[in-house]
């Protein structure tokens, strides 16, 4: 017998993200200032290196696979990375201020984060079920820990223990899944899955019930409806900050894992997931849209949006072709910019002992802060899919890839419960532009706060003017 020499430079971004986190940690223990600038400025510089990294060794060959096979370097796995860093460092940039006039900005913050950066990263780039697994639940258990960060909210720690049953039963149920197909094909590598099945003539009931579990895994994870239930809880009970991290890099990596299981390893019973993608799409266009349109709570106005978001993400994968992944993988690095947006307006809105999470406390924004309220309009705008924002591409390009495979009245569908959801998307800029300010209170935060949401809302806004370069990118990763 023979010990193959595994690849360590395939995983050298995962190994520098490993090592700094550990950094991190001992140095926000010594740390004795309150303001955690070290440790801040480390978890920024450690994202920035994993970035250079990436991008040094990314090359156009053929897939790398190391480690028994368990893990895969390809195109896909380096631009969802490079994406999962831009959106946790601007995550990270917003979070501060926020975190810091609560007396929530401690060392642990930081750590949590790049220990679910991680397990992003693990899971984006996971051959292998045992690995889509271990990447998974050190997200998830990160994730837990963050949404119940504020020890005194009785709210955070409602969303939290919903937050971690919920996630549990989900993971258990993938397990299931996961242990159906190795009991079935013999092995736990996502090709030789892919290849075994193949192989067969017809499909066992066996692989057909792994399927259902497999999806409900993937439902969970990205909040589709019915296992949506613990998106809006979550996402209002979190701090703000923590709501800002959830609803943005970790659907990059859902979108990461759901192309891994389903396309890399069951790629061969499409027909069989691509009903339950159908349903769990319609379901989640619905009634996301529907039920964001009676919430006075902006965090779970959101949320709701967030369910339709994934609808439309699913209606893309479902179609089984290379423009439909690179479409849905183009909405979703999309919908990470818009959340950041979004959630970062919040942010930029609250202020010690006041969270500007209702719908109201945008009322008069136009008055307080012409710019702000501007920019709020353009993600507003993009969230709805109005043109010539990057939002009305994104669900032109799935609609497109839908129509392609002969699903046009499952793009209709979309497109009339896309025209519901533009109420509550135009109540908020109605409310910032026609309605007399509730609080006239200054708008304070730091210039490098501001500075970056300006950013943020204008790269929607240039995207939408120019959004060839991120399609033609996403293109050309999923080939394969």
């Known amino acids: 017998m023979t010990f193959e020499h595994p690849n360590f430079a395939a995983a050298l971004p995962e190994i520098f993200i490993l090592i700094m986190a550990c950094v991190v940690l001992l140095v926000g223990v010594y740390q004795r200032s309150n303001s955690q600038l070290t440790t801040y400025l480390l978890t920024q510089a450690t994202l920035f290196g994993a970035l250079i990294l990436t991008v040094a060794l990314h090359?156009?060959?053929?897939?790398?696979?190391?480690?028994?096979?368990?893990?895969?370097?390809?195109?896909?796995?380096?631009?969802?990375k490079i994406f999962i860093y831009l959106t946790a460092f601007v995550a990270f940039l917003y979070s501060r201020h926020y975190l810091y006039e609560r007396g929530l900005l401690r060392g642990e913050y930081f750590v949590l984060g790049l220990f679910a950066v991680l397990g992003m990263m693990v899971m984006v780039s996971a051959n292998s079920l045992l690995t889509v697994y271990l990447g998974l639940e050190l997200l998830s258990l990160c994730l837990y820990a963050m949404v119940a960060f504020n020890r005194e909210s009785a709210t955070s720690s409602e969303a939290a223990m919903k937050y971690f049953v919920l996630g549990a039963l989900a993971s258990g149920l993938l397990l299931y899944g996961m242990s159906l197909f190795y009991g079935a094909t013999g092995t736990l590598i996502l090709t030789d899955i892919k290849d075994s099945i193949s192989a067969t003539a017809e499909h066992s009931t066996v692989l057909r019930?792994?399927?259902?579990?497999?999806?409900?895994?993937?439902?969970?994870?990205l909040g589709s409806v019915p296992f949506h239930m613990w998106v809006p809880d979550v996402y209002h009970g979190s701090p703000t900050a923590v709501t800002l991290f959830i609803g943005t890099a970790p659907k990059i990596a859902a979108f990461g894992m759901?192309?891994?299981?389903?396309?890399?390893?069951?790629?061969?019973?499409?027909?069989?997931?691509?009903?339950?993608?159908?349903?769990?799409?319609?379901?989640?266009?619905?009634?996301?849209?529907?039920?964001?349109?009676?919430?006075?709570?902006?965090?779970?106005?959101?949320?709701?949006?967030?369910?339709?978001?994934?609808?439309?993400?699913?209606?893309?994968?479902?179609?089984?072709?290379?423009?439909?992944y690179s479409s849905a993988m183009f909405y979703t690095l999309v919908y990470a910019v818009m959340g950041l947006g979004g959630f970062g307006m919040i942010i930029l809105l609250s202020r010690a002992g006041f969270e500007a999470d209702n719908l109201d406390d945008f009322k008069g924004l136009n008055d307080r802060s012409p710019w702000f309220a501007f920019s709020m309009l353009i993600l507003m705008f993009s969230m709805a899919g109005v043109p010539p924002t990057v939002g009305f591409f994104a669900k032109l390009s799935v609609l497109q890839a839908a129509v392609e495979v002969h699903l046009v009245w499952l793009a209709v569908y979309a497109v009339i419960f896309s025209v519901v959801g533009a109420f509550y998307y135009l109540r908020v800029v109605k409310l910032m532009y026609f309605d007399k300010p509730v609080d006239t209170a200054p708008i304070t935060c730091g210039p490098d706060m501001k500075l970056a949401?300006?950013?943020n809302s204008m790269a929607v806004l240039l995207l939408g003017m120019f959004p060839g370069v991120l399609m033609a990118l996403c293109s050309t990763s999923l080939m394969r």
């Open 59 to 80: 090359t156009n060959a053929l897939p790398a696979l190391t480690f028994g096979n368990m893990f895969v370097k390809d195109s896909m796995g380096d631009v969802l």
């Open 209 to 221: 019930m792994g399927v259902v579990f497999i999806v409900i895994g993937i439902a969970f994870k």
């Open 258 to 324: 759901t192309m891994r299981l389903l396309v890399d390893g069951l790629g061969t019973l499409h027909v069989e997931w691509q009903s339950l993608l159908i349903i769990l799409a319609m379901l989640s266009i619905a009634i996301g849209n529907v039920i964001a349109i009676a919430q006075t709570n902006i965090k779970r106005m959101l949320a709701y949006s967030t369910i339709s978001h994934m609808g439309f993400l699913l209606l893309g994968v479902l179609t089984g072709t290379e423009n439909g």
């Open 453 to 455: 949401l300006s950013v």
